[in-house]
């Protein structure tokens, strides 16, 4: 039996929150766990470096990460024991403007090339605190674009946001998704959190997301967005590749019997509309 939990988190608006909701989910299967919150990090940024997850590790039980801020892949001697739910994965329009805030360099890259027109500015610091997104709100000259999650979680519908179809603006590799992550030692507390929060179709998703931006050797802060969807049987892969001035999309599917297939498809048309020659190696599981 496990009675007690220490969670690492990002000490930020949504990390708290993240770590927060994770907190309800494990009480409500054993409410009697004594599970204490300690902060890791700022901010969720924190956790685009691999060496944070095992030092923190060192420390405390789990982690909780926001998916979209995570390296392709992980450090050895963690595992990803649970890929929870996943929030709504979308980006949200905040205001009205034409002057554009955005929280990921790939999406200030798609907009720049779509319409050099417009003034695009990054501010990752978007994704963990909304003050500022809420001044943004009341000016008639700026926009804001941000996970449709980020800002319901933090905010409601209270700032106006306006959805935009996934595939119409491609998240972010694991966008909307919260990963926990223990040691590949503790099999025991692994296998625990796994049976409570692990949900099978949505470590699939982010699976294949994070597969095929390694393949690219992508990391956090670059120009490429990958975003899987589909059913229990089949899943699709949605890619933005942007380079210099050129956006580069294609989407591929196969039967989740052949994940590696669905990476596979997506860079051979990437290769053949870039000339780009990119390499695929181990293939993906979980």
């Not at 470096?49 to 450090?75: H, Y």
């Not at 963690?78 to 929030?87: D, M, N, S």
């Not at 800002?151 to 306006?162: E, F, I």
Request: proline residues 4%; aromatic residues 6%.
């Amino acid at each position: 039996m496990i009675d007690i939990i220490r969670l690492g988190y990002a000490d930020s608006t949504h990390g708290r929150w993240i770590a927060e909701w994770v907190k309800e989910q494990l009480l409500h299967d054993n409410a009697g766990m004594d599970i204490q919150l300690i902060p890791v990090t700022t901010s969720l940024i924190g956790f685009a470096a691999s060496s944070l997850i095992p030092d923190a590790l060192k420390d405390v039980d789990i982690v909780v990460v926001d998916g979209s801020f995570l390296p392709t892949t992980d450090a050895p001697g963690v595992v990803v024991a649970a890929v929870c739910e996943r929030a709504d994965p979308r980006q949200s329009i905040i205001g009205d403007g034409a002057s554009i805030t955005v929280w990921h360099p790939s999406l200030a890259a798609v907009l720049r090339v779509t319409d050099p027109a417009v003034s695009v500015d990054v501010d990752s610091s978007l994704i963990d605190a909304f003050d500022d997104v809420k001044k943004q709100r009341q000016s008639g000259t700026h926009s804001t674009i941000m996970p449709m999650h980020a800002a319901s979680r933090m905010s409601g519908q209270r700032l106006g946001q306006t959805p935009v179809e996934a595939e119409d603006m491609l998240p972010i590799c694991g966008q909307g998704s919260v990963l926990v992550y223990t040691k590949a030692s503790d099999v025991d507390l692994g296998t625990y959190i796994f049976g409570v929060l692990n949900v099978v179709e949505t470590r699939r998703e982010i699976t294949v997301e994070r597969f095929f931006k390694a393949q690219l050797q992508a990391q956090y802060h670059d120009t490429v967005c990958s975003y899987a969807t589909g059913s229990d049987r089949f899943l699709y892969l949605f890619v933005t590749l942007v380079i210099g001035t050129t956006i580069y999309k294609t989407r591929s599917g196969s039967h989740i019997t052949a994940l590696s297939s669905i990476v596979e498809q997506a860079i051979a048309d990437l290769e053949s509309q870039s000339g780009m020659v990119l390499r695929v190696s181990a293939v993906p599981s979980g």
